[in-house]
């Protein structure tokens, strides 16, 4: 098996370990992990298709194989032994942050690394802020069983760490869903700045193309002025014309394809915009079923498909929360 098959193989396992995460309702030892498990799943993804060398492609597969190893004694694990596979597993991604620098420093230019870059530190600002969390815990367990050998100072003891983990626990799920949310707001900057550029090149390319298309014309029609006593070449005048019509049809498919690019990057760049918003409203509603509901609903619109760009006289949907607080206020009203 090449280096490169391995590297799709780590890559699918990590994508299956970082949905099933995701999708079951964890405690801090899952909401520690799940950072480091989604960025080894986005660099590796990035490094089945960047054209890495065979030494490059090498290094990946071995430190991916050695992330996978210690995540799975992770799983099996507990106290400072599950410390140590964490740890062990964020210094594994150590390869990539190499790998980008060589590859910036060798001429090549990926807009990925930046992205890439900022994902590995945010996973390492969460994983050492949970791991803090999953430390207190455990402290805190240690202390419990070590009063439940006293009398009733033992219960006590007990309750008041019960809380204090809860509590840990319920600040370290409020900073993932954050930092979810900026990663979210990142993701759609990048997708807007990638539209807009797109949108400026295609109409440069349509202005440049109309400008052939009155040069030709200038030039055909002072080359064809009739004169008198010579008869009219209708060949020469057709072909002239196919040409014109060709040009100005490329002219018109590039300007509909940069009225379609900036269009999606008007909305990826109002989505971004209302991410950055969107909590601050909330947060301030007293009503829990209502700020579940909101975010429901909020979630379904940024999720759902960004707009196809058929018809340029539609209107870019990008107002995505007043009808929220719209829906909001009903179910409000009845209290009020």
Same mark, same amino acid.
């Given at each position: @098996? ?15 370990? #970082? ?7 964890? !405690?801090?030892?899952?909401? +520690?992990?799940?950072? =480091? ?34 995540? !799975? ?12 596979? =964490?740890?062990? @597993? ?25 992205? =890439? ?13 949970? #791991?803090?969390? @999953? ?6 367990? +240690? ?35 954050? +930092? ?14 990638? *539209? ?60 509909? /394809?940069? !009225?379609?690019?900036?269009? #999606? ?8 915009? /209302? =991410? ?6 909330? *947060? ?34 990008? *107002? #995505?929360? /007043?009808?929220?607080?719209? /829906? ?9």
């Amino acid at each position: @098996m090449s280096d490169l098959q391995r590297i799709g193989e780590l890559d699918r396992h990590f994508f299956r370990e #970082l949905t099933n995460l995701r999708d079951r309702d964890g !405690g801090i030892d899952d909401i +520690a992990i799940t950072p =480091l498990v989604d960025a080894w799943y986005a660099c590796l993804e990035w490094a089945g298709h960047a054209g890495l060398t065979k030494e490059q492609a090498r290094n990946v597969a071995e430190s991916g194989q050695e992330a996978s190893e210690h995540y !799975g004694r992770y799983t099996h694990a507990n106290g400072r032994e599950k410390r140590f596979e =964490l740890l062990a @597993m964020r210094g594994a991604l150590d390869v990539f942050l190499a790998l980008f620098t060589d590859r910036e420093s060798a001429g090549f230019e990926d807009t990925d690394l930046d992205t =890439l870059r900022k994902k590995i530190e945010r996973a390492s600002v969460e994983s050492e802020h949970a #791991l803090g969390v @999953m430390v207190y815990v455990s402290d805190q367990i +240690a202390k419990v069983e070590e009063a439940a050998k006293g009398a009733q100072t033992a219960l006590a003891a007990a309750k008041k760490a019960a809380e204090g983990a809860e509590t840990a626990v319920g600040l370290a799920k409020k900073a993932a869903t954050e +930092a979810a949310t900026t990663a979210l707001e990142e993701e759609f900057q990048t997708t807007a700045s990638k *539209n807009f550029r797109a949108a400026f090149w295609f109409r440069s390319a349509t202005i440049f193309v109309l400008g052939i298309v009155i040069v030709l014309a200038i030039v055909f029609a002072l080359s064809h002025a009739p004169v008198q006593g010579q008869a009219v070449d209708w060949y020469g005048i057709t072909y002239r014309l196919a040409v014109l019509s060709g040009l100005g049809a490329l002219a018109a498919y590039l300007g509909r /394809q940069a !009225g379609n690019y900036a269009r #999606l990057g008007t909305w990826a760049h109002g989505i971004q915009i /209302q =991410l950055k918003a969107f909590l601050g409203f909330v *947060n301030e509603i007293e009503d829990g079923e209502a700020r579940q509901t909101m975010f429901t609903l909020f979630g379904k619109r940024v999720l759902e498909s960004p707009p196809d760009g058929k018809s340029s006289g539609d209107d870019v949907p990008t *107002n #995505l929360i /007043q009808p929220i607080f719209e /829906q909001a206020a009903r179910l409000r009203s009845p209290q009020g």
